[in-house]
T-cell receptor
């Protein structure tokens, strides 16, 4: 099955730094979702995007639906230790397609 | 509080045995899904079900089986035919009967073959 190209694969940053990660696809998506997964837990939905060009924030998190509909970005500002985890993007083609997931970005934050 | 409950959290299986993972949701969602997660990999779809008594194979269905006798429940059986069953298994559900869109996940079951 198709998977999205998510980058970077991992990040090691200092507390207080900003973080950026992205997902790209060769196909157009109608929905982009961003999830965070803590170790040994299920993913939790952070932000959902439904319209090309849409920019949505959730606290220190901001995500954008690319205007080409083939990519999405997630930014985390002023990172803190509890931001540690794996961040997944997921996309849906059309209104009936199953979600397709990226391989995740593993974020480590040094206090 | 509504949510998805997976049990058990940890499961050990001997080679050649079948084992069933439980997934229950009280969100009144129509669709339910099973994903497999391996280290460094994304989530791979095993099976999904949009309505009761109906389910479809995902990308890696071989060696797995499911049933959907009740809206709230979607158990996954890992059979002896699955050659590499050690993994983290995640159950999810979505509202509206649509496939995808804001999937809510359980806390996962870690299966280890011993």
């Amino acid at each position: 099955g198709q998977q999205l190209n998510q980058s970077p694969q991992s990040m090691f940053i200092q507390e207080g730094e900003d973080v950026s990660m992205n997902c790209t696809s060769s196909s157009i998506f109608n929905t982009w979702l961003w999830y965070k997964q803590d170790p040994g837990e299920g993913p939790v939905l952070l932000i959902a995007l439904y319209k090309a060009g849409e920019l949505t924030s959730n606290g220190r998190l901001t995500a954008q639906f690319g205007i080409t509909r083939k990519d999405s970005f997630l930014n985390i500002s002023a990172s803190i230790p509890s931001d540690v985890g794996i961040y997944f993007c997921a996309g849906q083609r059309g209104s009936q397609g199953n979600l397709i997931f990226g391989k995740g970005t593993k974020l480590s934050v040094k206090p | 509080d509504g949510g998805i409950t997976q049990s058990p959290k940890y499961l050990f299986r001997k080679e050649g045995q079948n084992v069933t993972l439980s997934c229950e949701q009280n969100l009144n969602h129509d669709a339910m899904y099973w994903y497999r997660q391996d280290p460094g990999q994304g989530l791979r779809l095993i099976y999904y079900s949009q309505i009761v008594n109906d389910f479809q194979k995902g990308d890696i269905a071989e060696g797995y089986s499911v049933s959907r006798e009740k809206k709230e429940s979607f158990p996954l059986t890992v059979t002896s035919a699955q050659k590499n069953p050690t993994a983290f298994y995640l159950c999810a559900s979505t509202p509206y009967g649509g496939r995808g869109t804001e999937a809510f996940f359980g806390q996962g079951t870690r299966l280890t073959v011993v």
